[in-house]
C-alpha cells in the first residue's frame, strides 16, 4: 500500500495530517496502540467536534480518571476528574487550564470541556506528624483525618483563628466544629458513621483553652473537640476551660471514642441531652491514665469521667460534680458491660454516692497517694505542685492535691 492512499484513508477517517513528517508520527503512534485498545477510546471526530484534554501529574500521585496522557472529548462534555496521591503524599491542587474545573482543591471534581485544555494534578509530600500551632491549623486536621499531628504549643483566646473557629461568635454561634463526626440519613431519621478522626494526635502536655461549642440540636451527633474517634490516638493533652454543650454522646475531648484517649485531662464545662462525659461521651475503646473536674450535666447516661462506658477505663479519675435524671455516675453513668478498672471518683465533690463502675473516695482519700499506690498507679509524691518527676506518669503533693500528670503545668 502506498503513502498516499495510507494518508487518503485515515483522513477519510477524520485524522487531519499537515505535513507528511506529523503523519509519520500520527501513524506509528496509531501502530503502537492498536494493541492497548486506546484507539476504541478516543473517538473518531473531525477536528471541529471535539477538544482535547491533556493532563499531568506532579510526583507523588496519579489521575486515575480519566487517567494520564491527552483525550478527545464532545463539545461541553463533562469530564470526572480523579486523583490519588500515594503513600506519604496528598493532593494540593488543579493547575493549569482550570476555568471550568468544578473545585480546583478537590482531588474528586470535574472539568466542562469548553476548549482545549491542558491541566495538572499537583502533589506534596506530608510532613509526619503535621504540626499545630494555631486553630487554623487543628481546624485543618478535619480535612485529613487520618493524619499524625503533634501539638507544638498552647492554643487560647488570644491564638489566631479563635474568633473564626473556636470563640463563641464562631459558625454563627455553635462555636468549635468537632473533628470527625457522624451523619444523618435524612430519608430514614437514622445516624449512619461519618469521617470518623482515624489518625494520632499528640499534644505533648500543651493544653488547648478557652474551647466553646453550643451545638444542642438534632443535626449531628459525637460533640467535643473531637466528635467520633474511630482507631484513632488521642493523648499528652489538656483540656483547660472548655465550654461544651451538644445533644447525644457530648464529652469535651471526645463525643464518641472508639479508638484511645491517654494520658489527657479536662478542666471544663459538659452540658447534653443523653450520654454525657466530663472526658467522653460514649467509650467504646479505651480510656486511660486520665482524669476530669469541672461540671457534667445532662438528663441520662451522664458520668463525671464518661458518659457511657461499652470500653475499657483504667487508672484514671474524675474529681466532677455530676447532675441528671437516670443513669447518673460519679466516674461513669451507664455500663454496658465495659471494664473499669483502678479507677475513682471524689464523692464529694461530684455530689454522687453512686457510679456505674469504680470506686468512690471521700476528698481526702483521693489526695493520699496510698489510694493509687494501692491500685499500682505509676505514681509518685513530690514536694509542692511546682515539681515534677517525669519518670513516673502520675504525680502528687501527698495529702494536699489530686494526683496530676507529671508533664502537666501548674496552672
Avoid at 115 to 137: G, Q, T, V
Avoid at 182 to 198: G, M, N, S
Avoid at 247 to 272: A, K, M
Wanted: glycine share 14%; with cysteine; proline share 3%.
Amino acid at each position: 500500500m502506498t503513502l498516499t492512499s495510507l494518508m487518503i484513508q485515515y483522513t477519510l477517517r477524520g485524522i487531519y495530517v499537515k505535513k507528511a513528517g506529523i503523519f509519520l508520527i500520527t501513524l506509528a503512534l496509531i501502530a503502537g496502540m492498536a494493541g492497548c485498545g486506546l484507539e476504541q477510546d478516543i473517538p473518531h471526530l473531525k477536528p471541529e467536534e471535539y477538544f482535547q484534554l491533556t493532563i499531568c501529574t506532579t510526583k507523588g500521585g496519579e489521575v486515575t480518571t480519566p487517567g494520564r496522557g491527552p483525550f478527545r472529548y464532545n463539545k461541553v462534555t463533562v469530564v470526572d476528574l480523579v486523583a490519588e496521591a500515594e503513600e506519604g503524599y496528598h493532593f494540593v491542587v488543579w493547575t493549569g487550564d482550570v476555568d471550568t474545573v468544578a473545585d480546583v482543591e478537590k482531588a474528586t471534581t470535574t472539568i466542562t470541556m469548553n476548549d482545549h485544555y491542558s491541566i495538572c494534578a499537583n502533589f506534596a509530600l506530608m510532613k509526619n506528624p503535621l504540626e499545630i500551632r494555631d486553630w487554623y491549623d487543628l481546624d485543618a486536621i478535619r480535612c485529613s483525618l487520618g493524619g499524625n499531628y503533634t501539638l507544638m504549643n498552647d492554643l487560647d483566646s488570644t491564638t489566631p483563628g479563635y474568633q473564626d473557629l473556636a470563640g463563641p461568635t464562631a459558625n454563627q454561634g455553635k462555636g468549635w466544629q468537632p473533628i470527625g463526626d457522624w451523619d444523618r440519613d435524612p430519608f430514614v431519621d437514622i445516624y449512619y458513621l461519618y469521617l470518623p478522626f482515624t489518625g494520632s494526635f499528640d499534644g505533648q502536655g500543651y493544653g488547648i483553652r478557652d474551647l466553646f461549642i453550643s451545638r444542642p440540636g438534632t443535626d449531628g451527633v459525637g460533640v467535643g473537640l473531637f466528635g467520633f474517634v474511630d482507631g484513632g490516638v488521642v493523648e499528652n493533652l489538656g483540656l483547660v476551660n472548655a465550654e461544651v454543650t451538644g445533644h447525644v454522646y457530648v464529652g469535651s475531648l471526645v463525643g464518641e471514642n472508639r479508638g484511645t484517649v491517654r494520658n489527657s485531662y479536662s478542666t471544663s464545662s459538659v452540658t447534653g441531652e443523653d450520654v454525657g462525659g466530663g472526658l467522653v461521651g460514649w467509650n467504646k475503646g479505651t480510656v486511660s491514665n486520665s482524669y476530669s473536674s469541672g461540671n457534667v450535666a445532662g438528663n441520662g447516661s451522664v458520668g463525671g469521667l464518661v458518659g457511657r462506658n461499652a470500653g475499657t477505663v483504667s487508672n484514671s479519675y474524675s474529681t466532677s460534680s455530676v447532675t441528671g435524671d437516670e443513669n447518673v455516675g460519679g466516674l461513669v453513668g451507664l455500663n454496658e458491660e465495659g471494664i473499669v478498672s483502678n479507677s475513682f471518683w471524689d464523692t464529694e465533690t461530684s455530689g454522687q454516692s453512686t457510679s456505674a463502675d469504680g470506686t468512690g473516695k471521700i476528698t481526702a482519700e483521693m489526695k493520699s497517694i496510698t489510694t493509687f499506690t494501692g491500685a499500682t498507679w505509676d505514681i509518685i509524691a513530690v514536694v509542692d505542685p511546682g515539681t515534677r518527676n517525669p519518670s513516673y506518669i502520675w504525680n502528687i503533693v501527698d495529702g494536699q492535691t489530686y494526683p496530676f500528670l507529671s508533664w502537666q503545668s501548674v496552672s
